[in-house]
């Protein structure tokens, strides 16, 4: 019971996560047609995009890193004499790591066309 509580609490997290991305994205979009007729506000519009290149950068090295993990874990399977046990727990690992990676793309994606 406790781990449902605990799954309903990060799916919510989650969910307000990606609800605040889209809302940022959606207050730069307004800002940028703001600024045409601002021009003070240039400055604001910089700073997001400096934080769009972070993230961006961010999402970036995550997806490499895990991509990583995946081959070497690709590798141990092919390349050493394992267990049925272990070669059972490296395939849902990479499974889950294909989930995360899909994950990151997709906010990558998001990123991109914002």
């Given at each position: 019971m406790e781990l449902a509580k605990r799954d309903l609490i990060i799916n919510n997290i989650?969910?307000?996560?990606?609800?605040?991305?889209?809302?940022?994205?959606?207050?730069?979009?307004e800002l940028k047609i703001?600024?045409?007729?601002?021009?003070?506000?240039?400055?604001?519009?910089?700073?997001?995009?400096?934080?769009?290149?972070?993230?961006?950068?961010?999402?970036?090295?995550?997806?490499?890193a895990l991509e990583m993990i995946y081959n070497y874990l690709d590798r141990i399977n092919v390349d050493t004499d394992i267990t049925d046990e272990i070669l059972e727990q490296t395939k849902y690992d990479q499974q889950e790591l294909l989930k995360e990676m899909n994950?990151?793309?997709q906010e990558l994606d998001m990123l991109i066309s914002n």
């Open positions: 989650n969910s307000e996560i990606a609800y605040k991305k889209n809302d940022l994205f959606n207050k730069v979009n703001v600024a045409k007729e601002n021009k003070f506000l240039e400055e604001v519009i910089q700073d997001y995009k400096r934080y769009y290149n972070y993230i961006n950068e961010e999402k970036l090295q995550q997806y490499r994950n990151i793309k």
